[in-house]
Structures are given as structure tokens and as C-alpha cells.
């Protein structure tokens, strides 16, 4: 039978022990469109790619691939069939150059047993030439920069001959500019008639790249439809299945006395130079800046994770001294909820309780004895407040999606009763639900006196969330805005301040 | 929300359920014990070998900490034996009063621990190479100091906490390795401390985050793997009446073999106390049935190495099961 779609799901259950993980699911793909799969975490997103790149075989349904039914499910029949997966957490080998993770599967031969480095790396080099990356092929897969290990990823992929290509989630970690780039390479694959599946959290990047979407809810599908029909409002709609209004929902206030104060910051290490910013009760401050501009270092120097040599740091009133350790920073009332939530912000084999009262141990128990009580009281108030879900504090961490793990992550920093709290990426990777959950809670925050610096590369929500915005370029804040003045491109443009005026000069 | 269909169900934590999985195992020993000899069950034989289990168990206790915060401490055997050789020349060489010899003995345990926590915590060597080069070192110098001689026939006091017994069953090498096991449960289980022990050994950076200082807590973990090394080499001498610079090298891998078949994690922060007590009981008990049925020692080796794996397997087993059903359901 003639078909014209490169892919087609038709009626794909999925059952695992005790639940329905993907229910009745269809799903097509076209050459050269970009197909965006949507749906909030646990949606059945990441199992239906799964079943399409051969690591699941479904239950029941058919899947065809340019009109041929497979049968057979298994990660090589999918590779034979031209369908490449670029999974969210990638898979390069750290320790192998840039070419040989590219041909990983696949060396050139020579003298039958042996790899031809040289063409290996001739091969790369045009190759990544071809897609217009600045990448050296001899350089560790280790040493190159996230994004950069995503072009690689999708080079990888392309060594195959490429029917269909799955994106989880590719933009996650990247910074504006680096996601502009991304879309570039799409674009050019699309071109070449490859069909990609594109899941994404972030619903701005829809209209940049997607042509048709389909939402998913629950493991059931919802509907297909093309991007320019729709828009944002109803897209979030139907993923969750009730209207999210206001997502950025503020009280604002007049903002009070000076919470942190940060001057004249050096640190070697981090090549912080002359650092200076200040943060009042009642406000959130967010810092803008480009990945590798130095906000997270910021962060971790003002905690006391890392050295600084010169500057002041004073919280709450109080000098810091440069020895103090993030122990007597928390104390004092500051947090850091940090960026890396699984490995720097839970233990994920402990459980939801040990976690929550993990930064407040001497506080809860100030004689060094467990007061399971005192925990308990303590756990169970946050759990209930910050409506994580799960069916008991036992759980372990690791069980939980990333919203609720990021909602443990806050209840943590909240048993500490801080005063100040940074936020470095406080919503990467989680869904838009769980999201509109964080954001009242930092506004509720604010609203009791409590002062948040929210380090955050999705504008939209450094614009909507905050009341006044720093922007970090190269290791130092070059601008202060008021949010209600900011708009997206002025941020960038301060952000990368270079970059734009050679694109300006180009065009 | 995608978790809300979990809400109403209950189920039994993976760890309660692993631990039901070892006292399973313990169990079948226990019958299988019964069925070789209608007087596994005696008195006589319960006390007995809660006797012998104690040594690994308090031995076990130490190295439990050290894993579930770091890794293993594989200078345990090594410090145990320093330990019952320097308090066993005290006595009877230089005449030094019992307790004053143990408190001494148990001291340079101390010391050798925090040696071994500088090392890891500090200075920055793997777990395996600073305790395993120190092992090396303390033997050598047990060997020194006894001069290849054999100390024995001990002080009738000292001799009482490892062979005396309270009311006829108790013997006394038990009464201590309860109080050892109840000392290290609630420091686990009930102190800070305790719950730092997990979250360094879970997630380092994380813990160092929340304002745990890793590098205290790994010190005092190996502090107290010393310690009760120290402890065990006392209990050593006291049950035996007889000392010499090797008594603890046949420790090492069953103590290693008894905690991880108690659940304890080689990677960290998991497991606990009460594990190995069970790990320890399986291993006794399965020497006791061996050496009942009279099997070659050549093969008992061979067992024992299968029971380990099987035990080992089966916790693993039943927490990949528990875990996956978990993760499909959140």
C-alpha cells in the first residue's frame, strides 16, 4: 500500500505491570515536518518513543514505517529502519574523542580488524563541517560544552541513513543562542526530508520550529493538530487538561530593607570579576545571562561552596567572613536550591523525609538526638504545603517525576527557614503544572518578607516573575532593569552584547 | 497529576521488603538446621552460636558505617588484630590493669581509624587503597611486636567478657554485642550524625550542599570502624585466651561477605545495622549445619562462597522488581 507518512502508530497500547502506560495512542509522521509531542511528565511521551525506537514492544496497536509493518522490536531493526532517538540524558562515551563517538557503532575498517582513524576523523570533520558546527573531532567527548555534545549527538545519528529522528527534550540544558543553532540544524535535516519527533517543555519554542503537535495526557492521546491553529493558551489547555491562567502570577509590593548584599566580588577560580548586587524582602531578583556567564558560580559564592578572595558578602546585616562554610550561610538563613537536582540537590536513594530534613538536621534536632515528631511535623506540613504526591515520606527520591523531585528540592530549603533563597533554574525540565506550583510558592514566599535571587535562561519567566533583573555577561553583571521596562530582546542583547551587534552589521 | 492514581495504594518500602527477603534465607538455614540435627534448637547450640556470630557482628558494625558513608574499611581485620596484641602485651608483659589495657588498646583503634579517615577524607585516596595499604602496615608491625611469638592465658577478669555467661545461656560475648549492636542502631537510626552517615555516603555533593562538612563525617565514620575493630580484637582475646599477630586476617572477607548480604550498599548510603546482624547469623549458622554434616572443610569454602552470591542476588533481585513496578507507577 502507497502511504505518504513516514511513520504511523495506529491504536498502541502499552500496559506495565499495574498501569496503562501509553492507551490507544495514534500518531503519524510526515517527511519533513517537525511533529512536537507534548504532554506533562508521566504523560506517556517518553514510553511511545521508546516503543517507536525498539526499546519497548507494545501490547497491542500496529506501527508502520513507510507503509511496512514492523514486528519486530528491537533498537537495531529501529536503526535499520532509519529511525534515530537523541535521549535526554545523552550517551557519549566521556573518554572517546568527538569522531570515534560519532562512528561508535560503525568505525571505518582497515585491514579488516583494525579502525581507520584517519578516515574516521576526515569523515567527522566534514561532517560536522557540513552542519556548520565548530567542533574539533579529536577533542573528548568530556571536554566539549553541552551543546556542543548535542550536535554531536545529532551527528551520530546521522551517520545512519536518517528517516526519522526523536529529540527528547534537546533544548533543556541549552542557552538562547545555542537553541537558535539547534533550529538551524532541524531545519536543514527537515529540509533533506527527515521527519523529526520533537518533545519539548517549552512551549515558546512550538511556533519556532514545530508544524503540526500532538498532546498527550495520562498515557491517552489527545489530539493532533498544526501549530499556526493553534495557540499557547490552548495547547496548555489540553496538556493539562484544565485552563492555566496567569502563569506568571505576582503580588507585587513595595520591597523592604536590604536582605543580601554582594560588593566588589573577585573569586580566581571562577573568574568573578567585581561582582556587586543587592536584594531586598519582598522582592524577586532575576539574573539573566547567557550559560557559562557566571551566575551559577555567583551562586555558589555567595553560599560559601566555592572561594571567593575579594568583596563582601553581608546577609541579613552581617558581614560574612570568606572562610565560612555553606553550613554557617544556611544558619544564618540563606539557600541555594541548586541547578542539578539529582546531583546536587537530592539524595535520590534516601527517602522524600530524609531529604526534607537534610539542611536542617541541628536545627530540628539541636541536641544531636532524631526527634521523629519534630521531623515528622515538619515533613508532613511541607509535603502538604507544596502538594508533592507520592503515597507516603518513605518513598525514595529517586521514585518521584521531576516536579515532585523539585518540590522536595524546595521543602528542603524551606525546613530551613531561610530568609534569602536563590533559585538556579528553579523549573528546567519539569511540566507546566508543577511549574505554575513553583511560581506561587516563590511569590507566597516573597510575599511573607522573604527575599529570592532566581538565576533562570527561560525569559519569559525572568521577566514574568521578577520585579527587578541583573544580566551577567563573561563573569560580570553589566545591566540592572526594572522588569516592568525588560523585554526579552533587550536581555539578550545585553546578555551577548557582541554577538548581536556583529548579526546587526551582517543584516 | 500523572501520580495521582499511586495515591490510595500502600505498599511496603523496598528495604522492609529486601530485609523480609534475608530473614527468608535465615529462616530456611534455621530449618534446614533442625532437619540435620534435632538439637539445632537447643539452648545450648542458640547460644553458642549467637556466641560465635558476635565477633562478625561487631566487627560487622564498624564496617557497616564505613560503607554506608564511604566504603569499605578493609583494614578492620588488620586493626582488630594491633588492637588485641597491644592490650594483650600490656597485661601480660608489662602488667597494666585489664581495663586500662583495653581502654588502651581500644585508643590506638582510634587512632588507626582517624588515620584512615585523614587519608580518605583529606587527602583525598580512594577508601580502598588507604585502608588496604594500612592493613599491609598494621600487620607488619603486629608481626613485630609479638616477634612471631603466641601470647596466652589471660587475667580470669579480662577472660570473663569473652567466655563468662550470665545465667548459664548468656554467654557474656554476646551480652557486649548487643549492647554494640543497640549502640550502633540508634546512631544510625537516631542521631544526626547518623542520618549525615547516608547522606554523605548517598550523594556527597548534595550532603555538602545542605551543610553537612563530608569530610568530618567520613573522618568520624572511620573513627568508629576503628574503634569497634578494636572492640572485636579485645573480644577476640578474651573468648580465645590466646594471642598471635594474624588473628584477624580470617575476619576480613567474611565481615565484608556478612554486611553486604545484609543489604548494605557497596555503593553507599543504604543498608544498616540489623542486616548484618541477620548477614552474620546466616554465616555462622550455615559453619554450624557444615560442621555438623561434617563436610570437608575444602567444601565448606565452596558453600559458603554460593550462599553469598545466592543471598546477595536474591536482595538485589527483589529490589530491581520493587523498583521497577515504582518507577512505571510514578
Sequence with gaps: METNYLIEMQHITKIFPGVKALDDINFTLKPGEVHVLLGENGAGKSTLMKVLAGAYTPDAGTLLAEGREITRFDPITAKKNGIGIIYQEFNLVPYLSVAENIYIDHMPPKMGVLVDRKQMHQQADKLLHDMKMNVDAHALASEIPVAQQQMVEVAKALTHDLKVLIMDEPTASLSEVEIQQLFEIVRSLTKQGIGVIYISHRLQEISQIGDRITIMRDGKYICTKDVKDTSPEEIVKLMVGREIVDLYHRNRQKPGEVALKVEHLYSEKERLSDVGMELRRGEIVGLAGLVGAGRTELARAIFHVDPYEKGDVTLLGKLADKKQSPRDMIERGLSLIPEDRKRQGLSLILPIAQNIVMASLSKINPRGWIRAAAEKKCVDQYIKELNVITPSSEQLAGNLSGGNQQKVVLAKWLCTKAEVIIFDEPTRGIDVGAKKEIYAFMDELVKTGKAILMISSELPEIIGMSDRIYVMRDRKIVKELQSNEATQEMIISYAMEGAIEEERQDG | ?330
Design chain 2, 1 to 330: 497529576m500523572s501520580g495521582s492514581r499511586l495515591k490510595n495504594r500502600k505498599r511496603l518500602s523496598t528495604s522492609a521488603v529486601s530485609s523480609v527477603s534475608r530473614l527468608a534465607v535465615l529462616l530456611i538455614i534455621i530449618i534446614m538446621g533442625c532437619i540435620i540435627d534435632s538439637s539445632f534448637l537447643s539452648m545450648r547450640n542458640i547460644s553458642n552460636n549467637l556466641a560465635n556470630a558476635s565477633i562478625l557482628i561487631v566487627l560487622g558494625i564498624g564496617q557497616t558505617i564505613a560503607i554506608i558513608t564511604n566504603g569499605p574499611d578493609l583494614s578492620s581485620g588488620s586493626v582488630m588484630t594491633i588492637c588485641g596484641v597491644i592490650a594483650a602485651i600490656l597485661m601480660k608483659s608489662y602488667d597494666v590493669n585489664f581495663v586500662l589495657a583495653i581502654l588502651l588498646a581500644v585508643l590506638v583503634g582510634c587512632f588507626l581509624g582517624a588515620l584512615n579517615g585523614y587519608m580518605i577524607a583529606y587527602v583525598g585516596l580512594p577508601s580502598f587503597i588507604s585502608t588496604y595499604g594500612l592493613q599491609w602496615a598494621v600487620f607488619g608491625f603486629a608481626y613485630v611486636i609479638l616477634k612471631g611469638y603466641v601470647l596466652y592465658d589471660f587475667d580470669p577478669t579480662f577472660r570473663f567478657i569473652g567466655n563468662g555467661s550470665l545465667f548459664g545461656f548468656l554467654q557474656m560475648t554476646t551480652v557486649v554485642m548487643v549492647v554494640f549492636v543497640i549502640f550502633g542502631t540508634l546512631l544510625l537510626k537516631k542521631t544526626n550524625f547518623g542520618r549525615q552517615c547516608y547522606a554523605v555516603g548517598s550523594n556527597r555533593e548534595a550532603a555538602n550542599m545542605s551543610g553537612i562538612d563530608p569530610q568530618k563525617v567520613i573522618m568520624k565514620a572511620f573513627i568508629l570502624s576503628g574503634m569497634l575493630s578494636g572492640v572485636t580484637g579485645i573480644l577476640y582475646v578474651a573468648r580465645m585466651n590466646t594471642v598471635q599477630s594474624d588473628i584477624g586476617s580470617a575476619y576480613l572477607l567474611p565481615v565484608l561477605a556478612t554486611v553486604y548480604m545484609g543489604g548494605t550498599s557497596a555503593s553507599g548510603g543504604e543498608g544498616g545495622i540489623w542486616g548484618t546482624v541477620v548477614g552474620a547469623l546466616v554465616m555462622t549458622m550455615v559453619t554450624n549445619c557444615l560442621n555438623l554434616l561434617a563436610v570437608p572443610s575444602e567444601w565448606r569454602d565452596a558453600i559458603i562462597g554460593v550462599l553469598i552470591i545466592v543471598t546477595v542476588l536474591l536482595d538485589i533481585t527483589v529490589k530491581k522488581r520493587m523498583a521497577k513496578r515504582k518507577r512505571v507507577t510514578v
